[in-house]
């Protein structure tokens, strides 16, 4: 028995209680990550005043916050895996923290945005270990079921940040936003520094770090995300996206190339041929951009088309994070007993049905209706991220767990910034125009129907990976 397996079977003898007090203060970092990633977009008018600036030079305080957290989360996860899960998880704790009150005192817009990059580096060294973290503290029977949990921690902070972000600005200021993370950050470091074993000394494991390939995957992330970002403002054709767009596809190339061929790539793309592994990823990463479909494009409907405020929008959005969050711990207990094929399948189903049929939503939709398409889209996202994680990170094994963990933390992120945009270029080409306000609502609603029907396709696209997943595979409790 490794000294790995000798430390995760020493920390699984503990009491239930105090497993349960490891998941919760494991949590708090990654419901805190997220919600900053989202939050901010209510309080952007707010910033925009205070500074003096567009709303469009302020997409940055987001998307530099996403791009840090894309980049360098490869890294971390296989830096987790060398020197150790709790020293990486601690660290990115307080660097999370710190950060947030520097945004929170930032004196201009360079210096927030630039202090944005520094939380979110934090953010993604606690993206990169909390899921290995809980899986090393709960038995393998429990899996789904915690992946579970962790998808729902994911999923509130994702969807409840606007509707969270909204609350504190109206009653505090867009600064309490950030200033609400360091009791919680600060409750949930003191958790895993008292509660969490040390991390085991771990021989012959030297960090081998990959650092051609990491610079070629923070070039093509920065490059994908700088170009997708100014693309809507300033034009797809505009010579600057063109060469971003380009730099991003040159260096993803060169960096495929390298990663074939170093002993110990960054993201090991080998793993890729593996059947569940690799289309299991796929699957993931599609789920990721249609997460995002929904959050940006509903909130315009019910303002634009409906009419209805910006308090009763943010309220209504909630639904669909309620939703998620109540339905992925019973797709984790679920797949714990049937295994994983099922309940992924079932979800992707429902979410193709439900994406069909909100486009055909219109300007005399009533509210429950909406509700309604909102309550299965975060449902069928819930049902669908805990058994899909459960397989991939099962087709693997501990050893590689944060590896694993941080490839996933990396499409997640990344497909999260790409449905942004592939909203915004797919409205403007459905509806011909890049205006939300004061357009007739057939135009609107031609650009939101054609958005929610290449959501289908993309469902469909998904589903079809998780059958390709488990084509041939002898049908066990651990893959359904």
Not at 88 to 99: E, H, R, T
Request: glycine share 10%.
């Amino acid at each position: 028995m490794t000294e790995t397996e000798v430390e995760t079977t020493r920390v699984r003898r503990r009491g239930g209680a105090a497993r349960w007090l490891v998941l919760f203060s494991i949590t708090t970092g990654t419901f805190m990550a997220n919600v900053d990633a989202t939050a901010v977009t209510v309080a952007l008018p707010a910033m925009a005043r205070e500074f003096g600036v567009e709303i469009d030079s302020l997409q940055w305080v987001l998307s530099a916050y996403l791009l840090a957290i894309t980049a360098v989360l490869p890294f971390f996860g296989r830096l987790s895996d060398s020197v150790g899960r709790k020293r990486i998880l601690n660290l990115g704790l307080l660097i999370f923290v710190l950060a947030s009150l520097c945004v929170a005192m930032a004196p201009t817009l360079g210096a927030m945005i630039a202090f944005r990059v520094i939380q979110g580096i934090g953010a993604s060294m606690t993206m990169a270990t909390i899921t290995p973290m809980a899986l090393a503290v709960f038995p393998a029977d429990q899996r789904g079921r915690i992946l579970g949990i962790i998808g729902s921690m994911v999923a509130a902070g994702t969807l409840l940040g606007p509707a969270l972000g909204g609350l504190l600005t109206g009653a505090f200021g867009w600064r309490s936003i950030f200033l609400i993370n360091l009791p919680i950050g600060l409750l949930g470091a003191i958790g895993t520094l008292v509660l969490l074993p040390a991390d085991p000394r771990r021989k012959n494991r030297a960090l081998q770090m990959d650092f051609l390939g990491l610079a070629l995957f923070i070039v093509f992330s920065a490059a994908l995300l700088l170009g997708l970002g100014f693309g809507p403002r300033i034009g797809w054709s505009n010579w600057a996206v063109v060469a971003l767009l380009a730099s991003s596809a040159i260096s993803l190339a060169l960096f495929i190339v390298c990663e074939l061929r170093v002993a110990q790539p960054l993201i090991d793309l080998r793993l890729f041929r593996r059947r569940i592994y690799g289309w299991g990823m796929l699957a993931a990463f599609l789920s990721y951009i249609l997460m995002l479909l929904p959050a940006f494009l509903f909130p315009l409907y019910l303002h634009e088309v409906l009419g209805w405020s910006i308090g009763l929008t943010g309220l209504l959005m909630t639904v669909q994070a309620f939703a998620m969050l109540l339905v992925s711990p019973v797709s984790g207990w679920w797949s714990d007993r049937v295994g994983s094929r099922r309940p992924a399948l079932a979800a992707l189903a429902v979410m193709f049905c439900t994406f069909v049929g909100a486009a055909f939503l219109g300007p005399e939709s009533q509210p429950w209706l909406v509700a309604s398409v909102l309550a299965f889209l975060g449902a069928s996202v819930g049902l669908f991220s805990s058994p899909n994680v459960s397989a991939v990170m099962g087709d693997l094994g501990q050893e590689q767990s944060g590896v694993a963990n941080g490839t996933i933390a990396t499409l997640r992120n990344l497909g999260r910034s790409m449905g942004v945009a592939i909203t915004v270029l797919l409205y403007q080409v459905f509806s011909g125009t890049s205006a939300t306000a004061g357009i007739p609502a057939d135009r609107f609603l031609a650009g939101f129907q054609g958005v929610l029907l290449v959501g289908a396709a993309l469902a469909a696209t998904a589903f079809l990976a998780v059958v390709l997943m488990y084509r041939g595979a002898r049908i066990t409790p651990k893959h359904g």
